[in-house]
C-alpha cells in the first residue's frame, strides 16, 4: 500500500483540524493544488487567503477554481499578489487568531516562466511566525519542504530549525521525510496549543 505523499498527508492533517466556514490560508499559491483542496474544506461559507509573487500562479490557481465556482461553491478567496511575508499586514486584523490551517509548499512554481523564482529561507521564516501568530488554538501550518533544487536545501534547514527551536508551550512540531532518499521532498507541520 505505502505510505502517502507528502502532500497528501500535509491535506490529512489539515482536514483533520478544519470545518466548512474556517478560515484558512494557502501561503503559496503556485499551481493552485493547495488553494482547491482549502476552498473545499471550507466551503462557500468560508475564507481562503492565497499568497503568491508571481501573477501567473495566480493566474493558474484562479483556473483551478473555475469549476468551483461554476457550480456555486466557492468560498470567499481573495487571491493576493504579495509576498507571504506580509502575512499579518494582508490578512484582515479580525482573523488573527481565528485562522484553522496555513499550508506551504516551498520551492519554485513548476513549468513557471522563471525557475529562477524561488522562495527564500529569511521571508519564509517570517510568514511561519507571521502563520503561527494568525493560527487558533489547534490550528496547523503545514509546510512541504524541496532540498533537492539549488537553495532548497538551505530552506528546508532553516525551517527545520525553525520548527525545532519552537517552545514546546506554543507549538508541538513533527516531521514526515522518506529518510533512504536525502533530496525527496518533505513535510514538517506545527500544531499550536490549545491553551489549558
Known amino acids: 500500500m505505502g505510505f502517502l505523499s507528502v502532500l497528501s498527508t500535509a491535506h490529512k492533517w489539515i482536514a483533520e483540524r478544519t470545518a466548512?466556514?474556517?478560515?484558512?490560508?494557502?501561503?503559496?499559491?503556485?499551481?493552485?493544488v493547495d488553494t482547491l483542496a482549502l476552498a473545499e474544506l471550507v466551503g462557500r461559507?468560508?475564507?481562503v487567503y492565497a499568497?503568491?509573487?508571481?501573477?501567473e500562479a495566480l493566474d493558474r490557481t484562479s483556473e483551478r477554481l473555475a469549476p468551483l465556482a461554476k457550480s456555486g461553491m466557492l468560498p470567499d478567496v481573495r487571491l493576493l499578489l504579495e509576498n507571504h511575508a506580509r502575512m499579518?499586514?494582508?490578512?484582515?486584523?479580525?482573523?488573527?487568531?481565528?485562522?484553522?490551517?496555513?499550508?506551504?509548499?516551498?520551492?519554485?512554481?513548476?513549468?513557471?516562466?522563471?525557475?529562477?523564482?524561488?522562495?527564500e529561507p529569511a521571508s519564509t521564516i517570517q510568514a511561519?511566525?507571521?502563520?503561527?501568530?494568525?493560527?487558533?488554538?489547534?490550528?496547523i501550518v503545514t509546510c512541504v519542504l524541496y532540498p533537492g533544487h539549488p537553495g532548497g536545501a538551505e530552506e528546508a534547514a532553516a525551517v527545520e530549525n525553525?520548527?525545532?527551536?519552537?517552545?514546546?508551550?506554543?507549538?508541538?512540531?513533527?516531521?514526515?521525510?522518506?529518510?533512504q532518499r536525502g533530496a525527496a521532498p518533505y513535510l514538517i507541520a506545527a500544531e499550536k496549543r490549545r491553551s489549558k
Not at 499568497?51 to 501573477?55: G, K, M, S, T
Not at 525545532?164 to 516531521?175: G, N
Request: hydrophobic share 45%; aromatic share 6%; net charge negative.
Open 88 to 119: 499579518t499586514e494582508v490578512v484582515d486584523q479580525g482573523a488573527a487568531g481565528e485562522v484553522a490551517a496555513v499550508m506551504f509548499n516551498l520551492g519554485y512554481l513548476p513549468g513557471g516562466d522563471d525557475l529562477a523564482v524561488i522562495t
Open 128 to 139: 511561519l511566525d507571521a502563520a503561527l501568530s494568525l493560527l487558533r488554538p489547534g490550528g
Open 162 to 179: 525553525w520548527a525545532a527551536q519552537l517552545p514546546q508551550t506554543l507549538a508541538q512540531t513533527v516531521i514526515y521525510r522518506q529518510l
Open 45 to 47: 461559507s468560508g475564507t
Open 20 to 32: 466548512a466556514g474556517d478560515i484558512v490560508i494557502d501561503a503559496t499559491a503556485g499551481g493552485g
Open 51 to 55: 499568497f503568491d509573487i508571481q501573477q
